[in-house]
DNA sequence: GTATAATCATTCGTATACGAAATGTTTACA
DNA sequence: TGTAAACATTTCGTATACGAATGATTATAC
C-alpha cells in the first residue's frame, strides 16, 4: 500500500510539472516570435485584463514575488511595451499600461498562442471538467498543509 | 462557444501553474530546513534512484538543460553533498553519486516532504485516476504541437 | 505638527533556467 | 596518423525567482 501511494505521489507531482512545463514551452516559443519572454507575454496578458493595477497587486495576481515582477516590469518599460507612471496624488504606488506597441505585440502572440492550443479542444470537457475538480481539491489541501507549516 | 473554450483553456494552463507551484514551495520550504534547495532535493532524489547517472542523462530525465543541471550539480558537490568523478575509461562523461552526507539529507528532507503531502491520501483515487489519464492526453496534444511548430 | 508606523516599490545577493559558444574527449575515416 | 565529426560538459549572457534590506511616501499616534 505505501508503495502503491508513493508512486501515485511521484506519478501526480511529475505530471503537473510536465503539462505546466509543456504549456509554458509553446507560451515562450510563441512570444520570442514577437520579441518576448514568456512571462513577460504573461505580463501583458494580466495587464489587459487588469489596466491601471499596481505592481503589488500585479504580482498577486501573478503569483510570483514583487521584486520579480519589479524587474520584468523594467525590461517591458524599456522595450517600450508597458507605461509605469507614479500618479501625483499618491506617489508610493505605481500605474501599469499597455502601450499602443505592447497591446499589439500582445495581440498577436496570445492569437498565435490559442491557436496553438486549439487542438485542446476535442479532449472530453466532462472529463475535463472532473480534472479541474480534481485539481481545485488538491489546491485546497496543499493551501492548507502549507499554511499549518507556516505557524509552526 | 468561443468564449466558453477560451475561458476553459484559461482555467486549465493556471491550475496547471497553481498546483505545480504549490508543490514546488512545499518542496522548497522542507529541502531548506535541511540546507538544500527545492531543485537541489530533486537532484539529489534523481540521483539516488539511478546512481552512476551522467550528466547529460540526469539534466534529460529532470527535463532541464545540461547547463542548468551542470551549475546546481556544482553547488551540490561545493556543499559535499553529491560525487562528481571523470572514469578513466571515458573522460567525457561525468559519473554522478551522492556521499554519505547527501544521503543523510534527502532521507531526511524527502520524508518530511512526503509526510506533508500524506494529506493528499484521502482523496478519491478514481477521481485522480481519471486526472492523470486527462494530463496523459493533454501531453501527448502538446507534444505533438509542439514538434509539429519546430518542424516549421 | 512632528515622530513613528505602515505601505509600496526597488535593489541586492543567490539560485535557477535557457541557448549559444567554447572547451575538452573520443571516435570515425581518409 | 591526422584531421574531421560526434559527443559531453562548462562557460557566458540574459531573464526569471525569492527573501531581506533599502528607499520613498503616506498614514497614524501623540
Redesign the pocket.
Known amino acids: 500500500m505505501n508503495t502503491n501511494t508513493e508512486i501515485e505521489l511521484h506519478e501526480i507531482v511529475d505530471s503537473f510539472r510536465e503539462v505546466k512545463q509543456l504549456f509554458f514551452q509553446l507560451m515562450s516559443d510563441m512570444s520570442c516570435r514577437f520579441g518576448v ?4 507575454l504573461m505580463t501583458l496578458k494580466a495587464l489587459r485584463d487588469r489596466p491601471e493595477i ?3 497587486d500585479l504580482a498577486e495576481h501573478m ?6 515582477v ?6 517591458l518599460v524599456k522595450a517600450e511595451l508597458v507605461i ?1 507612471e507614479r500618479p501625483a ?6 500605474v501599469l499600461k499597455l502601450s499602443e506597441k505592447g497591446e499589439q505585440v500582445l495581440q498577436g502572440a496570445d492569437s498565435a498562442y490559442r491557436q496553438y492550443l486549439s487542438g485542446l479542444n476535442d479532449l472530453d470537457p466532462e472529463e475535463l471538467q472532473v480534472m479541474l475538480q480534481a485539481h481545485r481539491k488538491i489546491i485546497k489541501k496543499l493551501e492548507k498543509v502549507r499554511d499549518e507549516n507556516h505557524h509552526e
Chains 1, 2 share one sequence.
Open positions: 519572454t514568456g512571462i513577460q499596481g505592481l503589488g503569483r510570483l514575488g514583487s521584486s520579480t519589479s524587474g520584468v516590469i523594467d525590461r509605469r496624488n499618491n506617489r508610493r504606488v505605481l
